[in-house]
């Protein structure tokens, strides 16, 4: 879970918070969900760029399967 803290220019600050753990952080505006407003949780994903590419590629397989039949 994380939360949109402030508005920094072109960076946010967000605090993502795991069981007892949590850390601020500042991102780029453009990697947050585009619905979420200051002050909202939203969920976040961090995924291996290997993992990411693999479901792309599985995902796009599916699609031309689809379409061929």
Known sequence: M????KDEGTT???KIMG???????HIPK???????QIG?????CLQPEETISQNEEATL???LTELIS
């Open 61 to 63: 397989k599916k699609l």
């Open 2 to 5: 994380a939360t949109y803290l």
């Open 19 to 25: 069981g007892t753990i949590s850390e601020e952080l």
């Open 40 to 44: 909202q949780n939203f969920s976040i």
């Open 30 to 36: 453009t990697l947050l969900p585009k619905e979420v």
């Open 12 to 14: 946010a600050l967000i």
